[in-house]
């Protein structure tokens, strides 16, 4: 009598199928990580004009008990402008069949 090993086993037989499919991979867009989404209003232009501040500097002058008003700091903007691109892709589906004679015996 011979012993069934796995190895002797036919290649259908040694496969396992998980019930889980896996998750499609993606690019990994790092310069969208930070990203904030705004939209544009209607009839407004093609540029978005956003503002930020440059940070202050850091306070060296202790405030404690004297009375003394330490010097101003100037509040500095930045303007930045953006121009939103459009982006897309399309995906091309026929619906021909193919047809193969699947009947070995004919084949």
Same mark, same amino acid.
């Given at each position: 009598?011979?012993? #069934?090993?796995? @190895?002797?086993?036919?290649?259908?037989?040694?496969?396992?199928? &998980?019930?889980?499919?896996? @998750?499609?991979?993606?690019?990994?867009? %790092?310069? @969208?990580?930070?990203?904030?989404?705004?939209?544009?209003?209607?009839?407004? !232009?093609? %540029?978005? *004009?956003? *503002? *930020?501040?440059?940070? +202050? /500097?850091? /306070?060296?002058?202790? +405030? !404690? &008990?004297? !009375?003394?008003?330490?010097?101003?700091? +100037?509040?500095?903007? #930045?303007?930045? &402008?953006? *121009?939103?691109?459009?982006?897309?892709?399309?995906? !091309?589906?026929?619906?021909?069949?193919? +047809?193969?004679?699947? &009947?070995?015996?004919?084949?």
């Amino acid at each position: 009598m011979a012993f #069934v090993t796995p @190895s002797s086993l036919p290649s259908p037989v040694q496969q396992a199928f &998980d019930n889980k499919i896996l @998750s499609t991979p993606v690019a990994n867009y %790092i310069h @969208s990580a930070c990203a904030v989404e705004k939209v544009l209003p209607k009839n407004a !232009g093609p %540029i978005l *004009r956003m *503002r *930020r501040y440059d940070p +202050l /500097a850091a /306070a060296v002058v202790p +405030l !404690g &008990d004297s !009375g003394v008003t330490p010097p101003p700091q +100037l509040l500095t903007a #930045v303007n930045i &402008d953006a *121009r939103p691109q459009l982006y897309g892709t399309w995906i !091309g589906i026929t619906e021909s069949v193919t +047809l193969t004679n699947a &009947d070995p015996v004919n084949a």
